[in-house]
């Protein structure tokens, strides 16, 4: 995004004509970065050359999926729902991965019967579950084990999962009976090590730590993964301090582990692939002033934008048009649900605003729409996609009558 003659603009397209076209709130990914984004993913590895599976989570719009697929990458799923966007969106089935602590017989079934690369199993119950399930299909199941490395991520302890304290993967000795049990399966091939220590990572050591484990983990099994599924948990930049993960040492790392290790990467980027590529942009419905700050209530909630409720987290925010006139009041940015979490920033010095106006919180492509809700009976906002000079409306804004 970029200001053209005071006209803040995604691409070539000016936010303002969004609004006016689509309405508001709204989101809006780039083509461009999202494409952008993928190359230089691939570029940062490319000397192994790793399966790269879109962790479909970050953000489950099916068009969108649509040309990640067509840009190279698989799905990483952890439903049955998830799954079936995937495939809908035309996902290579040996290119998907299902992931996730609780996976039903109905869901364990659906992707046997797709016929999927892998099944990342999480405990003993489901290796059990899916052995019986492998049994009577008559079929041979691919699946991982999802090891617990008990690596701080150093990270938001909400989005932390490689400690010995989350709910994910297994711990090193049951990792253990796992391979065993496995190996004596008639019904399971063991063919790969998963693990996954968290997400919005931006410091390389914690990968550099999991990658230690990991190959002490092989040596003591005496196994041969065909794959090792390092997950995602890349971070981007949220703040103006362009704070970046060291891609450079990653790669470093793993190119050691793997001169051991004969295996192939599987990578499950999201956020990193899709982060940086939305915004949302929402209309001032009413300022509301006080003694200290005054209250700038949008027409976006925190069921458009769940993360700075859930998490915390801090979206930068930013005027449609700059008029370089700058409010001697706070602003306190805020959405109309009843709730007191439902706000998303508080900005000092921010440019002087009038009711009607236009703002943009940047960085909302993960986990931004795939985690809104109709929280309130609040239709979700329409979602568009600026490819070149063109607007692709990737999904319709709900309407209340299809809600009520």
Known sequence: MKYIDKNLSIESIKVLDVAKKFGTPVYCYSYKLLKENIASFK???KTFAPLICFAVKSNTNVNLIKEIRKLGLGADVVSKGELMIALKAGVDPKKIVFSGVGKTYSEISYAIDKKILLINAESKSEIIQIEKIAKSKKKIINVGIRLNPNTDAKTLSQISTGKKENKFGVDEKIFFELVDYSKNSKNINL???SVHIGSQILDHKPYEKMLKVIDKIIKKSNHKFA???????MGISY?????KLNYK????AINKFLKKNKSKIIFEPGRSIVGNIG???SRVTYIKESDKKDFIILDAAMNDLMRPALYGANHRTLPALKTNKISKKTYEFVGPICESTDKFTTLKKFQKLKEKDLIVMCDVGAYGMSLSSNYNVRPKPAEVLIKGSKINVVKKRQKLKDLI
Do not use: A, Q, R, V
């Open 43 to 45: 570029k940062n590895f």
């Open 191 to 193: 063919k790969c090590l």
């Open 227 to 233: 794959f090792i599924d390092l997950g995602g948990g």
């Open 239 to 243: 703040e103006n301090n362009n704070k």
């Open 249 to 252: 040492k990653y790669n470093t």
């Open 279 to 281: 915004s949302l942009i």
